[in-house]
């Protein structure tokens, strides 16, 4: 399955057929996406029952986690059939007003749902709309998207008041994680991820809501036990996030824990459960990572051509096979420097190519010239290797009938 590819969501649909049942429980759903990392906002894994072909990005780990979770939300609340969850999810999102589609993404995407809601969930991954500058951030994904799950839950119970709920959830969890903050001496990566939480807010305006502990009231006042596990939880990833626990961060995290209705041991499970976390998954959660902005940029530039070669290497390799002298030239470049001459032919030549595959677009966008080296460094390694990861077999397709 290839999520950044069209049709990556109805590929979902076919292979979640066969594990209907996997999650019987919304406690048995949350325990799995904290440990995927979903929860916390720094996605690790997916589900084990997804085949992969690539190593999945940061953003691409996100859009799987986040449908996974909105399905089996939907599937514990009552659902069965997978077209009207996804008509269910699409309608939940423009009642939020997400949905944001200008002309263009409309002609683009087509008339059917699930190509639009996998536009949608894409603007939803991603903080920022310029791809150059998410691409030099590598704080790239949404931290809050746990808030669509607990909202798509009140959503299918018909819940009255959808936004002003959104409001209040992430009024809570930026004031927890502030005064989680507070709690303790704050460095470089603290900052980092203050900021990483301030950037994920839809609903609310950081800059109009106060820090001055008056958040207090209303989270005493807030019943639901998975929005109150969610802040807890996200309370203990912040105080954690320096891999300590000093007497002041453990009387804040209990103290937060208390007002919100928790015993010790479920508290103590969630500084244990983000503890284990950070073990696992300490070298892959990108914003943890301390490098140079120089070789962050050329890292992050990297693994964004890498998945674009992959993701389209189908057409890639079809598009390539019709220019000889290109192929010849590209093939020269490993060897020996190109002359300024035959550099100028294969950057034409590629901006030719990239004209024709709309997901190669940014090639083409001004400052996009900047990744043809690292395109032609790495395209002769990647191909070819051409298959189109979202079709759904016979087999799958058949299963759903």
Same mark, same amino acid.
Not at 6 to 17: D, L, M, R
Not at 334 to 355: A, C, H, M, P
């Given at each position: 399955?290839?999520?950044?590819?069209?049709?990556?969501?109805?590929?979902?649909?076919?292979?979640?057929?066969?594990?209907?049942?996997?999650?019987?429980?919304?406690?048995?759903?949350?325990?799995?996406?904290?440990?995927?990392?979903?929860?916390?906002?720094?996605?690790?894994?997916?589900?084990?029952?997804?085949?992969?072909?690539?190593?999945?990005?940061?953003?691409?780990?996100?859009?799987?986690?986040?449908?996974?979770?909105?399905?089996?939300?939907?599937?514990?609340?009552?659902?069965?059939?997978?077209?009207?969850?996804?008509?269910?999810?699409?309608?939940?999102?423009?009642?939020?007003?997400?949905?944001?589609?200008?002309?263009?993404?409309?002609?683009?995407?087509?008339?059917?749902?699930?190509?639009?809601?996998?536009?949608?969930?894409?603007?939803?991954?991603?903080?920022?709309?310029?791809?150059?500058?998410?691409?030099?951030?590598?704080?790239?994904?949404?931290?809050?998207?746990?808030?669509?799950?607990?909202?798509?839950?009140?959503?299918?119970?018909?819940?009255?008041?959808?936004?002003?709920?959104?409001?209040?959830?992430?009024?809570?969890?930026? +004031?927890?994680?502030?005064?989680?903050?507070?709690?303790?001496?704050?460095?470089?990566?603290?900052?980092?991820?203050?900021?990483?939480?301030?950037?994920?807010?839809?609903?609310?305006?950081?800059?109009?809501?106060?820090?001055?502990?008056?958040?207090?009231?209303?989270?005493?006042? +807030?019943?639901?036990?998975?929005?109150?596990?969610?802040?807890?939880?996200?309370?203990?990833?912040?105080?954690?996030?320096?891999?300590?626990?000093?007497?002041?961060?453990?009387?804040?995290?209990?103290?937060?824990?208390?007002?919100?209705?928790?015993?010790?041991?479920?508290?103590?499970?969630?500084?244990?459960?983000?503890?284990?976390?950070?073990?696992?998954?300490?070298?892959?959660?990108?914003?943890?990572?301390?490098?140079?902005?120089?070789?962050?940029?050329?890292?992050?530039?990297?693994?964004?051509?890498?998945?674009?070669?992959?993701?389209?290497?189908?057409?890639?390799?079809?598009?390539?096979?019709?220019?000889?002298?290109?192929?010849?030239?590209?093939?020269?470049?490993?060897?020996?420097?190109?002359?300024?001459?035959?550099?100028?032919?294969?950057?034409?030549?590629?901006?030719?190519?990239?004209?024709?595959?709309?997901?190669?677009?940014?090639?083409?966008?001004?400052?996009?010239?900047?990744?043809?080296?690292?395109?032609?460094?790495?395209?002769?390694?990647?191909?070819?290797?051409?298959?189109?990861? +979202?079709?759904?077999?016979?087999?799958?397709?058949?299963?759903?009938?």
């Amino acid at each position: 399955m290839n999520p950044s590819s069209s049709g990556w969501i109805e590929k979902y649909g076919s292979v979640v057929q066969r594990h209907q049942n996997a999650f019987p429980t919304f406690e048995a759903l949350y325990g799995t996406l904290k440990k995927s990392g979903f929860v916390y906002g720094l996605n690790s894994g997916v589900p084990e029952f997804i085949e992969l072909e690539h190593a999945l990005s940061e953003d691409e780990k996100a859009k799987i986690n986040l449908l996974h979770a909105l399905y089996f939300t939907y599937r514990i609340e009552g659902g069965e059939d997978y077209s009207i969850f996804i008509e269910q999810v699409f309608k939940f999102y423009e009642l939020l007003k997400i949905n944001n589609e200008s002309f263009f993404d409309k002609w683009f995407t087509g008339k059917k749902t699930s190509a639009k809601l996998e536009k949608l969930m894409t603007s939803r991954i991603y903080i920022e709309d310029n791809i150059i500058s998410k691409t030099f951030n590598s704080l790239i994904t949404n931290s809050l998207l746990f808030i669509d799950v607990l909202l798509f839950k009140h959503f299918l119970k018909d819940y009255p008041a959808l936004k002003e709920k959104a409001e209040e959830i992430e009024y809570l969890a930026i +004031n927890i994680t502030y005064h989680a903050l507070s709690s303790k001496e704050l460095d470089r990566k603290d900052n980092k991820l203050s900021q990483l939480l301030a950037s994920s807010l839809t609903y609310i305006n950081c800059a109009e809501n106060s820090f001055d502990g008056s958040y207090r009231e209303r989270l005493l006042n +807030n019943k639901d036990n998975w929005e109150n596990r969610y802040l807890l939880d996200m309370a203990c990833l912040t105080v954690w996030e320096d891999h300590s626990l000093d007497y002041t961060e453990s009387e804040f995290i209990f103290g937060i824990g208390k007002d919100l209705g928790f015993d010790r041991t479920i508290i103590s499970t969630s500084i244990t459960d983000v503890t284990e976390f950070f073990k696992l998954n300490f070298e892959t959660i990108p914003y943890l990572k301390e490098k140079n902005l120089a070789m962050q940029f050329y890292d992050s530039m990297g693994k964004l051509v890498k998945k674009l070669i992959l993701r389209n290497s189908k057409r890639l390799h079809k598009e390539l096979s019709q220019s000889a002298e290109l192929v010849a030239l590209l093939s020269k470049s490993t060897v020996r420097d190109l002359s300024d001459e035959e550099k100028k032919k294969v950057q034409n030549q590629l901006l030719d190519i990239f004209k024709s595959i709309p997901s190669l677009a940014i090639f083409i966008l001004p400052g996009g010239a900047i990744l043809l080296p690292i395109f032609i460094k790495l395209i002769p390694k990647l191909l070819p290797s051409a298959f189109d990861e +979202n079709r759904i077999d016979e087999e799958e397709d058949l299963y759903r009938k």
